[in-house]
């Protein structure tokens, strides 16, 4: 079974502090995936990854950047924390590049900033 | 863009009831999945259905990519499949970014 693990579940932070969301999946995939998910907004891709040290931007990358040093481990990086960065934000990999396989997420990190 | 609509929003049924939920997309797909959101918010695979059916369990999925939809089956509901079913795509024209389009879900709450 595909697993992708993220590193908290819960984080509380404020504003202006440097956040970081880890995720790590354990099934060799290529595309690794940073969406976050806001009532009535749905899912939005932030960050997009398909190789190591290879970063594509989503629709909404402002205010976020991405690291992926090894290709089993995607961070997600909130320079400066602010409020409106207070969403669920979940993890995703796939097996290749510009092919459609599956994806599959991780449990998601609630991240509050106050 | 593609547009991808789910219904119903919202379904309450009793344990044991049988259910449809429906996604229809505007464009042609590459790729569909469903998912089950459960209470903590973890996106659970169901079925990963560009094209005809699948079954696992109390669950079956048929995608009609020429008619543009899917259907999702529950059989016999169960408490435990309360939570927010999603609908995703991967368009055709994606390109190399397989961003998934979601759709905007059904809240489906079984009671005892």
């Known amino acids: 079974d595909v697993k992708v693990t993220q590193s908290s579940r819960y984080l509380v932070k404020r504003t202006g502090e440097k956040v970081f969301l880890e995720c790590v999946q354990d099934?060799?995939?290529?595309?690794m995936f940073w969406y976050r998910q806001d009532p009535g907004l749905g899912l939005r891709l932030i960050y997009f990854?398909?190789?190591?040290?290879?970063?594509e931007k989503g629709d909404i990358p402002e205010g976020y950047s991405v690291s992926r040093e090894k290709k089993e481990r995607f961070s997600l990086i909130l320079e400066s924390a602010s409020t409106n960065q207070t969403s669920m934000y979940l993890c995703?990999?796939?097996?290749?590049?510009?092919?459609?396989?599956?994806?599959?997420f991780g449990p998601g990190t609630r991240l509050t900033v106050l | 863009g593609i547009q991808v609509e789910q219904s119903p929003p919202d379904l309450i049924l009793q344990e044991g009831a049988n259910s449809t939920l429906r996604c229809n997309f505007s464009?042609?797909?590459?790729?569909l999945q469903w998912f089950h959101q459960n209470p903590w918010g973890q996106l659970i695979n169901l079925f990963y259905?560009?094209?005809g059916t699948k079954q696992n369990g109390r669950l079956s999925a048929t995608t009609v990519a020429t008619e543009r939809y899917s259907l999702l089956y529950i059989s016999s509901s169960q408490t435990t499949d309360s939570g927010v079913y999603f609908c995703a795509v991967l368009p055709n024209y994606g390109g190399a970014t397989n961003k998934l389009i979601f759709g905007t879900g059904t809240l489906l709450a079984v009671q005892p």
């Open positions: 990854s398909y190789d190591v040290k290879m970063k």
């Open positions: 099934m060799d995939h290529e595309n």
């Open positions: 995703a990999s796939s097996l290749y590049r510009n092919s459609y396989n599956e994806q599959f």
């Open positions: 464009d042609s797909v590459n790729n």
């Open positions: 259905i560009p094209s």
